[in-house]
């Protein structure tokens, strides 16, 4: 496994495997590999004949005053993972690497960022669609894969890649989960033993969510009613959203129809996390 610093290089690199007919599988990460990620690589390895993972934490997808400093960073650790679950190349530039002073584009979509944490986040998904074609220019993956976790920004790429005629197809993975329910995100370090417990209050929600509309619930507001009352019973958490909306558009919804994502964003102390889940009709 090789760790590749420069565009040049990892162009070099693809290149030579796209001569020999090789397919290239893309996981996109900010590193501090967990196993929601280890799922993505192994999917990633599967199916296609080189794996890549970038490992990059993207400033222009953060706002003022949130969490780019603080993002937990150890290049070495999550070099030995990728290199376990058998990636050929970590692509790990610098943000000078990847936007030189001159840089002035950026790929800015127009409704499906509006809600969510579009709303609560202005700019997130500009500097994430941004930096996604930026890597799968320089990576020019036959398959890129996504955790259905961050499931609007999964929408949104979808949507990107169809809108720009990408050559890629995206590959959404399911939501891995600690043992006692809580989402595998790299925020989750930020969390002390305290909030760690409180935080469990997502996937209860969650999972209460799921249960009402298994038992024939169909109306958005008392969905949502439902799964605030659940997280108001934890003193340490705060909503930013809890939404119910089209899986395809993002646009809130009164009455689930056929397939609807069931979205939160909660604060646990100064932490922001996120949970979802997904209805499909007939599944
Ligand atoms: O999901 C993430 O970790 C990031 O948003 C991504 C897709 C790697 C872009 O920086």
Redesign the pocket.
Known sequence: MEIVETVCAMKAQVAAWKAEGLTVGLV???GSLHAGHESLMDAARAACDRVVV?V?V?PI?FGPGEDFDAYPRDIERDGAIAAAHGVDVVFHPTAEEMYPPAHNTYVVMETLTDALCGASRPGHFRG?CT??TKLFNIVRPDQAF??QK?AQ?LAIIKRMVADLNMNVTVVGCPIVREEDGLAKSSRNAYLSPEERQAALVLSRAIRAGEAAVAAGERDGTTLRRLMTAVIEEEPLARIDYIEVVDGLTMRPVEAIGETALVAMAVYIGRTRLIDNFLYEAGE
């Open positions: 996109p990460t900010m970038s990059f993207n997808q994430v930096v996604v996504f955790g961050d920004q």
